[in-house]
């Protein structure tokens, strides 16, 4: 299973992504967390600390990518939306309050798309042209959602994981590559792999901290073997410096949520420098899917 590329002479672009937003905020509809834990003044140290850390370690590579930013995070710090865009990355959507879509209404999802679109615009500068659903929830009962996406200016799409395997996300049957949905809107889904006729998710968060790195190399080189990009993500507190520590979780949610953060830079590294990396919309557009006159 050995995997040697020189990212140099690699072919394909992967998409490298970051789901900007605090731990806590992160995790609030997935588990219980005590009101005490709840601090926005001490979500927004971590997401700065955590962000800069980031940006520094991207520019060390000289890597640029795809920031899912918060339209609130873009509210109460600016700084960071803003210093993100001067790096040179591209500022996307990631709602604006970090509510999973499944659990609104159509009309508090566009509410809330405008609101963070509008207000990522206003503090970055640019166009925003990419959306990702909290916790990837347009599932099948909120499909409704890529329509509402189209509707407020959209471009592309990067929801969707095709997989089956997960209890809160993922669409099973789904074309598993970057495609151009019926309403025009471009889909770049999470990464997945095939395994006896099922498809199982690799394309980073949790996945990437749980599997072997070899196996995620081996994921990604045998998708970009066959042509294909990879959507790789990655939440700031997974890779730290500041990792808020929740007590009293399960022995499950402990492995779940924290396994490899603080070393989590550490096995990236592996990964940015075995293969090629590049924004969302630098990728559509390297593909001829989008012509988009200034990014
Ligand atoms: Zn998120």
């Given at each position: 299973?050995?995997v040697?590329?020189n990212?140099?002479?690699a072919?394909v672009r992967?998409?490298f992504?970051?789901?900007v937003?605090?731990?806590v905020?992160?995790n609030?509809q997935s ?5 005490k834990?709840?601090?926005r003044?001490k979500e927004n140290?971590?997401i700065?600390k ?7 370690y ?7 990518g ?10 109460d710090?600016?700084?960071?939306v803003?210093e993100t ?10 709602s604006h309050k ?11 999802f ?25 916790d990837?929830?347009?599932?099948k009962?909120?499909?409704w959602a890529?329509d ?9 799409d990067?929801?969707?994981y095709?997989?089956e ?6 669409i ?5 590559f970057?495609?151009r949905?019926?309403?025009g ?5 999470l ?5 006896f006729?099922r ?7 949790g996945?990437?901290r ?9 994921f990604?080189n045998?998708?970009?073997k066959?042509?294909h ?8 507190y997974e890779?730290?410096p ?8 399960t022995?499950y ?7 490899n953060?603080?070393?989590?830079s550490?096995?990236?590294k592996?990964?940015l420098?075995?293969?090629r ?18 990014l």
């Amino acid at each position: 299973m050995g995997v040697t590329i020189n990212r140099k002479n690699a072919k394909v672009r992967n998409c490298f992504s970051v789901d900007v937003e605090g731990f806590v905020e992160s995790n609030l509809q997935s588990f219980h967390i005590e009101d005490k834990y709840v601090s926005r003044l001490k979500e927004n140290y971590e997401i700065e600390k955590n962000v800069n850390s980031i940006l520094n370690y991207l520019d060390n590579l000289s890597i640029k990518g795809t920031f899912f930013f918060l339209g609130r995070i873009a509210r109460d710090i600016p700084n960071v939306v803003r210093e993100t865009a001067q790096c040179g990355h591209e500022i996307a959507c990631h709602s604006h309050k970090h509510l999973r879509i499944f659990g609104l209404t159509k009309e508090e999802f566009k509410n809330d798309l405008i609101c963070a679109k509008e207000t990522l615009e206003d503090v970055s500068g640019k166009s925003v042209y990419g959306f990702r659903a909290p916790d990837f929830s347009i599932t099948k009962s909120s499909m409704w959602a890529l329509d509402i996406l189209k509707e407020v200016g959209f471009l592309y799409d990067s929801s969707i994981y095709p997989t089956e395997i997960h209890d809160v996300y993922g669409i099973s049957g789904t074309t598993p590559f970057i495609h151009r949905l019926r309403n025009g809107l471009i889909e770049f889904p999470l990464s997945t792999i095939e395994f006896f006729g099922r498809r199982f998710p690799f394309g980073g968060g949790g996945y990437f901290r749980l599997f072997p790195l070899i196996l995620t190399k081996f994921f990604i080189n045998k998708v970009n073997k066959i042509g294909h990009p990879c959507m790789f993500y990655l939440h700031p507190y997974e890779l730290g410096p500041i990792i808020p520590k929740i007590p009293k979780l399960t022995h499950y949610r402990r492995f779940r949520h924290y396994h490899n953060c603080n070393n989590g830079s550490e096995r990236l590294k592996g990964i940015l420098q075995t293969f090629r990396f590049g924004t969302a919309i630098g990728i559509l557009k390297e593909r001829n899917l989008q012509i988009i006159p200034e990014l």
